[in-house]
């Protein structure tokens, strides 16, 4: 599928691509070429709004018309900005599955500092998503580990939200059905998929589920239930871990893992915690401040607290009037759980 990405371009006579050095030197290996076929820039890895506008101009300089992004989740949205500022058409080829970021219309941005600024979902979705899953498995399992964490995810996030609604459409059972179909997948198969990605079996079947599952399947969850199947508590808390100093260094997945044990917590469901940490273990997933390399002290907990349970944190969607203090105790109780 990687190889075959300029035909997609056909329609177009100034393709511009966007991508990583992480990308692109491991995507020019794969495609057996020694240089891109459109020019090729550069995003900075930050995410940020200011990297877009920056290669909005770029771009813009370059008569670009079409917008192609090779690279991971931060690159696949710089690129959706970069493909809104400019009104253009976007192509996206990940060559990482930590997150759903290529399938999803919206993007998470950040500032310099990579602080957590919003969600804007861009009014137009890519017009290709382009996944070859034996591009995305030479990453590595490591990158699958997140991917792994950030898809779970969906399961706990959506279904409170929806367990507390009374006027769920077909649309939203089907985002039900789905983080559903994803949890079990994921607990059942992760780890025969990981290690045929340790041995190298690239093009394994399981290998091939378990990336569709990360970026195609996870994306339909939001896609089709919406706001409230997006993002609840989990993703609330971390956020407000992207506010604590050295955080940027755990991958997003992982911090997303780690933040279902505290909704789960929040939650009071102390049995599902201990369900889920075996899973934790084999996958390599966190479940601690000191697994994520993070100071556990009283001014960083209250800051994600206080982040987490602030007055318009989608948290109240899973766990209405949840406040810091409730937040403070689940992270307390969970450090303490091996
Ligand atoms: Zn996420």
């Not at 997948?185 to 990360?214: F, H, K, W």
Request: with cysteine.
């Amino acid at each position: 599928m990687a190889t075959i990405v300029p035909s997609y371009l056909e329609d177009y006579v100034h393709p511009v691509i966007i991508t990583s050095e992480l990308s692109a030197q491991p995507f020019l290996d794969y495609t057996g070429s020694s240089e891109f076929f459109a020019p090729a820039l550069r995003y900075d890895g930050s995410s940020s709004e200011r990297n877009a506008r920056e290669l909005a101009e770029q771009a813009r300089a370059l008569d670009a018309d079409v917008i192609v992004a090779i690279g991971a989740g931060k690159l696949a949205d710089t690129a959706k900005n970069v493909a809104e500022i400019l009104d253009l058409d976007l192509i996206i080829v990940p060559t990482l599955a930590c997150a759903c970021a290529a399938y999803s219309p919206y993007s998470v941005d950040y500032d310099d500092e990579h602080r957590f600024l919003g969600v804007p979902v861009h009014p137009r979705n890519s017009i290709a998503l382009l996944v070859d899953s034996s591009l995305i498995a030479r990453a590595g399992a490591d990158k699958l580990v997140g991917g792994i964490g950030d898809t779970i995810a969906k399961w706990y996030e959506s279904a409170p939200v929806f367990d507390q609604a009374s006027d769920l459409t077909v649309f939203d059972r089907l985002a039900y059905h789905s983080a559903h179909l994803i949890h079990d997948m994921l607990l059942e198969e992760s780890e025969p998929a990981l290690e045929a990605v340790r041995a190298g079996d690239y093009d394994n079947e399981l290998v091939r589920t378990l990336i569709n599952t990360i970026i195609g399947l996870a994306g339909t969850v939001g896609g089709f239930g919406g706001v409230r199947a997006r993002e609840s508590g989990a993703h609330s808390v971390h956020d407000g871990l992207t506010h604590v100093a050295g955080s940027a260094a755990t991958m997003h997945g992982e911090k997303v893992a780690y933040s279902v044990l505290v909704q789960l917590l929040v939650e009071g469901k102390e049995s599902e915690v201990q369900a889920l940490l075996p899973f934790y273990a084999t996958i390599g997933l966190p479940h601690s401040w000191r697994q994520m390399n993070l100071e556990f002290t009283d001014g960083n907990l209250q800051t994600v607290a206080d982040f987490a349970a602030a007055p318009d944190s989608p948290f109240h969607a899973a766990v209405p009037g949840v406040t810091p203090a409730q937040i403070i105790e689940a992270m307390r109780t969970l450090e303490t759980l091996a």
